[in-house]
């Protein structure tokens, strides 16, 4: 059984999502076209960009220390498709904070990077090595229009 205390005191990747663009600036999640899972590719040649956005419950006794955020974009075998990306995030106690609570930190990151094929793509957000969330998208090819192709 989980006590209580053991909810409150963990960190917990709140939410992980997919957007055309995406910042975080002063605790707020500012999104263009977020929420999706699949995506329309003409040329797999050519670069996509989107953004990953996550939210992260930092408890009280894990705030003012550095904690490792590692994202990574495999294919739906494993295969790496970048190099992931790798941080550490700091929170501190706000003047405000009431003792105990749980802090939330926002981050997006945008990318720019080649698709290699049509298929299943899969975004992982690891926080210190143990806690994870995972979200999958779907790359769909599409004609360019005007190109002649599908007829």
């Known amino acids: 059984m989980v006590e209580p205390d053991d909810l409150i005191d963990h960190l917990e990747i709140e939410f992980l999502l ?5 910042e975080a600036v002063n605790g707020k999640l500012y999104l263009m076209g977020g929420g999706w899972d699949r995506r329309a590719v003409s040329d797999f040649r050519q670069p ?3 953004s990953v956005s996550l939210g992260v419950l930092i408890p009280w ?4 220390r550095q904690i490792p955020l590692t994202v990574t974009l495999t294919d739906a075998d494993g295969h790496s498709i970048a190099p992931p990306f790798e941080t550490r995030i700091v929170v501190g106690r ?3 904070a009431t003792p105990g ?4 930190y926002m981050l997006s990151i945008n990318f720019q990077m080649v698709l290699p094929q049509a298929g299943t793509y899969v975004v992982e957000a690891r926080l210190s090595d143990t806690i994870s969330r995972r979200i999958t ?6 004609p360019l229009l005007g190109s002649g192709e599908g007829r």
């Open 18 to 22: 997919l957007a055309d663009h995406a």
């Open 94 to 96: 706000p003047a405000n």
């Open 61 to 64: 006794s894990q705030t003012n």
């Open 48 to 50: 996509q960009a989107f």
């Open 137 to 142: 998208f779907y790359a769909d090819a599409v």
């Open 101 to 104: 609570q749980k802090l939330r």
